[in-house]
């Protein structure tokens, strides 16, 4: 319906404004009839066919202003002198080509209608007042200084409209561009606490159950201590997924799940434990790191042993924190070789990439490389400025 309306809208403003440059002209037609009475046949008839005509073609040629605004505005300009109806078409003439803002065309154009406007005067012997040839240069002069101040005028007015057209629809695709940027990391950030809370579980319950399926010399408790190690994995990695999914919806009332911080280190080694990771825990630090650095240190760690269980089986993981206030604050995560060779699950790849981002975001450095016996090593250096000493500062 939009593609109908333009059309009709654009062919609407053309026909008011012709037509309003016919009845413009219709008065100055009227005066010189008047004035014409007792006049003789052949001016007479001028008036009554040739200056119509005149009229007429002006107004036809109007209809390819916008095409070829130079060349209609001058020829009409030359032309419409001698016809006294034609007035309205050459002002409309001269304004349309002024909303241009060109001050050269229009000078031109100017310039050629006062000068032939003042031979045409002689077209209709009427009778002029003493002193009138000062008239007969200052009515060109002023109506065509009057169209070309309302030409600038609407061409001012356009260029406005236009401008702030441009604006919106800047600000329209830099919306939608803000708005594609931020699905975007709203992506990355829905993956990335998936994978750092579900590949941790993940790949313990798959070490859990190759387990099961390669040692078929385990006791019978052994069997039942390795399900329910499997069961209870598969539980809280339903559960933590539950509360990523409900804190990625904010849904109303939904208990907001525990932050991971330096605190919860022990935790998630005790886990690691339970699901048959032989992992020991070295820590010289005693104080309390900021959050942000605090999560990203369980992160590290939580990486550093989801690698470990996905790739190294039966490995022996030695995790160190170290550091102080004022200094930094490091984090290593070391794995022998895998001792049982099984079937591993496939890696995304995205997992030290991800912890990569991490601690760029924090200021830090991250290392991870094989080691000379064939294991391998993930070291982390996160900054830790002194918060009692920025609060004396």
Request: charged content about 20%.
């Amino acid at each position: 319906m939009n593609t109908d309306v333009a059309p009709r809208l654009g062919a609407w403003r053309q026909s008011w404004k012709l037509a309003a440059a016919a009845a413009a002209g219709l008065p100055a037609w009227l005066a010189i009839g008047v004035l014409l009475r007792g006049q003789d046949a052949g001016t007479r008839s001028w008036f009554l066919i040739g200056d119509p005509l005149v009229a007429l073609g002006c107004l036809t040629v109007l209809l390819w202003r916008r095409r070829f605004p130079l060349t209609v505005a001058l020829t009409v300009a030359i032309v419409s002198p001698v016809s006294a109806l034609a007035t309205g078409a050459a002002l409309l003439a001269l304004a349309s080509l002024s909303a241009r803002r060109r001050p050269v065309e229009i000078g031109l154009v100017g310039s050629a209608y006062v000068t032939a406007s003042q031979p045409a005067v002689g077209i209709y012997p009427v009778q002029s007042p003493p002193g009138s040839l000062w008239y007969q240069l200052a009515i060109p002069v002023l109506t065509a200084g009057i169209a070309v101040a309302v030409g600038m005028a609407v061409g001012s007015r356009r260029a406005e409209v236009r401008s702030l057209r441009e604006r919106a629809e800047s600000a329209e695709r830099e919306q939608t561009a803000r708005a594609a940027q931020a699905r975007v990391l709203e992506r990355n950030r829905i993956a990335r606490e998936m994978h750092d809370v579900l590949a941790h579980r993940i790949s313990l319950v798959a070490m859990q159950a190759g387990v099961l399926n390669h040692r078929g010399d385990l006791a019978a408790e052994e069997n039942r201590v390795l399900v329910r190690g499997i069961a209870d994995g598969s539980r809280q990695a339903l559960e933590e997924l539950r509360d990523v999914l409900g804190l990625l919806r904010a849904e109303p009332g939904h208990p907001e799940p525990l932050p991971p911080t330096l605190d919860r280190i022990p935790e998630l080694v005790a886990d690691a434990r339970t699901s048959g990771l032989d992992v020991t825990l070295t820590t010289t630090v005693t104080d309390r790191p900021s959050d942000a650095a605090g999560r990203t240190c369980y992160r590290i760690v939580q990486e550093g042993l989801t690698n470990a269980a996905k790739h190294a089986p039966g490995a022996q993981v030695h995790i160190t924190l170290e550091g102080k206030a004022g200094g930094e604050l490091g984090v290593s995560v070391r794995n022998s070789p895998a001792v049982t060779m099984s079937a591993r699950p496939p890696g995304s790849g995205f997992g030290l990439l991800g912890l990569s981002e991490r601690i760029d975001l924090a200021g830090g450095e991250l290392d991870h490389r094989p080691t000379p016996d064939n294991g391998y090593l993930l070291t982390a250096r996160l900054p830790w400025p002194d918060a009692t000493h920025e609060k004396r500062t």
